[in-house]
């Protein structure tokens, strides 16, 4: 059984950091492309990063809104992906999960709230 295990999450004020992890067990993350997705409120669930799979090279993909400012990254040794943000904006607050891509539904996970704000 697959199972994916957000955290990191927390308040933080504007252009603050966070670094979230996504632990991996039951599946090897090297394998896969892996991505974080994020839900703000009202909002539709949305990829913000991606890391395809070391045999895809690990090519990393990133929203607009995000570009510049997070960074995806992967240690197989841990399987274990990570989400660096940096200059944190209001509106990235949201639920952040990482799943697949594209996106398994029995992967979701609780996710880790990441709010911004003063």
């Known amino acids: 059984q697959v199972q994916l295990v957000e955290s990191g999450g927390g308040l933080v004020q504007p252009g603050g950091s966070l670094r979230l992890s996504c632990a991996a067990s039951?599946?090897?993350?090297?394998?896969?492309?892996m991505g974080w997705y994020r839900q703000a409120p009202g909002q539709q669930r949305e990829l913000v990063a991606s890391?395809?799979?070391?045999?895809?090279?690990?090519?990393?993909n990133y929203a607009d809104s995000v570009k510049g400012r997070f960074t995806i990254s992967r240690d197989s040794g841990k399987n274990t992906v990570y989400l660096q943000m940096n200059s944190l904006k209001p509106e990235d607050t949201a639920v952040y999960y990482c799943?697949?891509?594209?996106?398994?539904?029995?992967?979701w996970g609780q996710g880790t709230q990441v709010t911004v704000s003063s």
């Open positions: 799943n697949r891509v594209p996106s398994r539904e029995d992967y």
């Open positions: 039951g599946t090897i993350l090297r394998a896969y492309a």
């Open positions: 890391i395809a799979s070391i045999t895809g090279g690990s090519r990393r």
